[in-house]
């Protein structure tokens, strides 16, 4: 069995061709001609194809004779609606459309969504079910959901799981880092309430449910939410990280949401004059005021698999790396 992962040299995708590979599996890493390899090139048993989601032909070149395929390739922060819509949404059609001309070789494919997909809680912070209609608050949500649908629209024709983790965290991720260097300079701003609760997944965890879904006893179609068993709040995720880093944040101070908007504009001008994509966007703010919590007991039943680091101890495992590489 040859398994195919895109986004490979990305944070989950790493840590899913990671997990593979060290259990012996044979891999095919999808990766932009552009992109860091190094990580992926001291792994045996990994076959690595330039190429991306959105561009066709290396789609269809990558799923030749795979038996497997992870799909965790997905842009996080874009320049436009249109630019999310193209990865994430039209590049997982690519991939369908590519995954269904290699026949019934194809035993599994795994679409890693977002709980963005769904939307957020309710004012409560309880975990939103399954079966609630969804109601994502973001060009990203929004991107992911439509790609849910072109997979899920496929059930009848492939094998195909869809996996909604919530926040995920760990070693190699970059879009977390910006908090734990926050609290290392000892001075932290404050987008949500100390009691707001969330959902969080230790990244190579979540790399395991991958893994699990490519050969679990599930029906087409299935659908999954991911998490560590806790519901946290923002206060736990802070106490957690000031005690990794063996550091109190000096300085706490509340944002207002009206100076965050002013920020999140900035910001936008900044990556419209630089021609970046930026995190902090005034769309994104609709994630940052709400609560998302889900409920991934569903996925340990029938998946049979379970988190297996605790949310302390995945909390220091990070911080350990990114002190160990430099990053903080």
């Known amino acids: 069995m040859t398994v195919l992962v895109t986004g490979a040299t990305g944070f989950l995708g790493s840590h899913v061709v990671e997990r593979l590979a060290r259990a012996g599996q044979a891999v095919r890493a999808l990766a932009r001609r552009t992109s860091d390899r190094s990580f992926l090139q001291t792994l045996e048993g990994v076959e690595i194809v330039e190429g991306s989601v959105d561009d066709s032909e290396s789609v269809t070149r990558a799923l030749r004779g795979v038996t497997g395929v992870v799909h965790a390739a997905g842009l996080v922060k874009a320049r436009s609606a249109d630019e999310f819509r193209r990865v994430n949404t039209e590049g997982t059609r690519n991939m369908l459309e590519a995954a269904k001309r290699a026949g019934s070789r194809l035993e599994r494919f795994v679409y890693v969504s977002s709980l963005t997909a769904a939307g957020p809680s309710d004012a409560d912070g309880n975990p939103v079910p399954l079966d609630r209609e969804a109601n994502p608050v973001t060009h990203y949500g929004r991107s992911k959901l439509a790609a849910e649908c072109a997979?899920?629209?496929?059930?009848?024709?492939?094998?195909?799981?869809?996996?909604?983790?919530?926040?995920?965290?760990?070693?190699?991720?970059?879009?977390?880092?910006?908090?734990?260097?926050?609290?290392?300079?000892?001075?932290?701003?404050?987008?949500?309430?100390?009691?707001?609760?969330?959902?969080?997944?230790?990244?190579?965890?979540?790399?395991?449910?991958c893994v699990r879904a490519l050969g679990a006893d599930v029906e087409s179609g299935s659908l999954f939410y991911l998490d560590d068993g806790e519901v946290h709040t923002f206060a736990d995720l802070i106490y957690q990280s000031e005690a990794a880093l063996r550091k109190r944040a000096w300085l706490r101070f509340a944002l207002p949401q009206p100076v965050t908007l002013t920020a999140a504009f900035l910001s936008e001008?900044?990556?419209?004059?630089?021609?970046?994509?930026?995190?902090?966007?005034?769309?994104?703010?609709?994630?940052?005021?709400?609560?998302?919590?889900?409920?991934?007991?569903?996925?340990?039943?029938?998946?049979?698999?379970?988190?297996?680091?605790?949310?302390?101890?995945g909390v220091q495992r990070t911080v350990d790396w990114y002190r160990e590489h430099r990053w903080i």
């Open 151 to 209: 997979v899920l629209e496929q059930r009848d024709a492939m094998k195909v799981v869809v996996l909604r983790p919530p926040a995920i965290y760990g070693p190699r991720d970059r879009e977390i880092l910006i908090f734990f260097r926050a609290i290392a300079k000892g001075v932290l701003p404050l987008t949500n309430p100390p009691r707001s609760k969330l959902s969080m997944l230790y990244g190579p965890d979540c790399a395991g449910a």
């Open 269 to 313: 001008l900044y990556g419209k004059l630089t021609n970046r994509a930026v995190m902090l966007t005034r769309d994104k703010c609709n994630e940052l005021f709400a609560q998302w919590v889900c409920d991934g007991s569903l996925a340990r039943q029938r998946l049979g698999w379970h988190p297996e680091v605790s949310f302390a101890e």
